[in-house]
């Protein structure tokens, strides 16, 4: 008779048991907060609950926007009037039909009947003004500074800009206009006011921030000071209309601050020029002394004009001009640039920065939209908007007229999501929602950027959770409320730091070992019996390999026995 090792009934009953302790720990351990859901949300405090996370994600969207304030050129002048021009009746009647040609929508046709009238030795300003307009409309940038170049650059024409400097001077002046001499008239300053501002700032436009370029823009300041018959006083500063030759006085034209705008911008964007120290001095010497309530530029330029380079004071101190001049310009190109010259100051880390931070404000707030031509509206509206919302301001209504989708989809979303969470009657409202995973109305009032900022309010709800968890004594509500903290946060949701601390005061073992990932909200029974499940085949798996390791022993054993057996 062969011997063999006993069965093992015993253990084989003992790792049942364990099977389903395990299951039913496993299944436990994720259902518990089910079973306590209306009664973990009586932990919420509306009244003190911090919201990091959710304006992160908030601030998040401005990157959308623009991220800096950008120099922007004054735009050129308006077109002249020319059945007003005291020019001879062909030119006039030329260029005249030409214009019409160009409003009916026929801009090639108007451009190739003004080539023969700007070109050559006797080319005339009338024509070379607006050729050089139509070119920019028609978005040919290049060949309007090659027509402005071509005239505003030969012999003849740069005598005629430096017999203007001296038109106010009660001397008889004489200028050149198409190859025939004539006495210089307001209406001829008006018109190379025009033509040296549009000449200059298709430069800036085109990248050239040399010292020719400055050269064009400072000449363009000069002969704007003759025409308002400003004195020789650099301080003497004022805000007026340049109307193009022909035209009525309008505010929607040019104006002496946008003639200064673009000086400002060729020395901001120019980081090489330099100049002699003299004439830094000359330039930075004041004879008054400002607080910073009425000029906010005052007090930067006497701190920086020996500490920055010589492009950015000579920026400083035509800006600062303005504004001990003009407190709020009309001109809102200036207004735009000013803020952002403002914007730079702060970020060299000027102090005290209260007034200068207020006052940039202003000048952005000031801003006539409606006189902004629609590509620098393109231009800088981005960059304002980020600031309004930087500051919590409200976007004024013309700026919403004239916005994008993308970025009026933005504003929408900014407004539903801090009305929800500031105002406290809508912040309980809010956090039942989330609580009960009634979430459709705040999808809708987000759009598209819905699932961020609901990470994030989650995220900052859990924390909250865990921060009132530490004040529960009890271990097991506490180690519930820990599990629900777990339960409620979902993968993607930023981690919560205190919850550790909550659950390491008491908890089980089995507690202290899940893992964040399996918490989700979404079907929460599935992964109680899913645990469940696991826990069982991990035992079993277990108790396969006791077995295997028992047969193992239990035929070595059998073998013995039997050897031993027949050598008796």
Partial sequence: MTAQL??????????????IAVAIAAFNLVSIPV???????????????????????????????SSHLQYVPAPLGPLPCPQHVSSSSNVKNKVQDALVKAQDGNTDAAIAALEPLATGSKAHWLAVLSLSILHTQAGQHAEARTVLDRFLGSGTNQRNINALYNFRNNKPVSITIAGRKVRATEEHLRAFVHLSHNRGTLWLQQGQYGRRALNILRKTVGLSKRLFSWGRNENDVQEAPIPAPGCPRSDKGLTTTGVYNNLIVGYLLSDTFKSSSASLRR????????????????????????????N?????????????????????????????????????????????????????????????????????????????????????????????PQHAAIIGARKFAMSARDNLNRRQDLVDAIVAGDEAAIREGLGDHADAWLRGMRSDLAQHLAEQCLKVE??????????????????????????????????????????DWLATWEGNMFLSLLSAVIGMVLVALAWWWVQARLRQRNILFTNLYNIEALSL
Avoid at 479 to 508: H, M, Y
Wanted: aromatic share 10%; charged share 25%.
């Fill in 283 to 310: 330039e930075t010497k004041r004879s008054y002394s400002d607080l910073p309530d009425k000029n906010p530029l005052y007090e930067p330029l006497i701190h920086y004009k020996d500490a920055v380079p010589q």
């Fill in 6 to 19: 006993p069965g093992t009934p015993i253990l084989t009953s003992i790792f049942g048991i364990i099977a």
């Fill in 312 to 404: 950015w004071v000579w920026a400083l101190s035509n800006a600062e001009h303005i504004t001990h001049n003009i407190p709020t310009p009309k001109n809102p190109i200036i207004s735009y640039n000013l803020a952002t010259l403002m914007g730079s100051i702060l970020e060299r880390g000027y102090t005290p920065e209260n007034v200068l931070k207020t006052k940039r404000m202003q000048f952005l707030e000031t801003l006539k939209w409606e006189q902004v031509p629609d590509a620098e509206k393109a231009l800088i509206m981005p960059s304002v908007i980020r600031e309004y919302l930087a500051h919590n301001k409200p976007i004024p209504a013309n700026m919403l007229e004239n916005m994008n």
């Fill in 35 to 65: 079973r306590n859901m209306e009664a973990w949300a009586n932990y919420f405090d509306v009244k003190t609950m911090k919201f990091d996370n959710t304006t992160r994600a908030e601030d998040a969207w401005l990157d959308e926007f």
């Fill in 474 to 515: 009890e271990p097991l509500e506490k180690q519930r409320l820990a599990d629900a903290i777990t339960l409620f946060r979902r993968a993607g949701d930023a981690p919560v730091p205190t919850l550790a601390l909550c659950r390491s005061s008491g908890g089980s073992i089995f507690s202290q070992i899940m893992p």
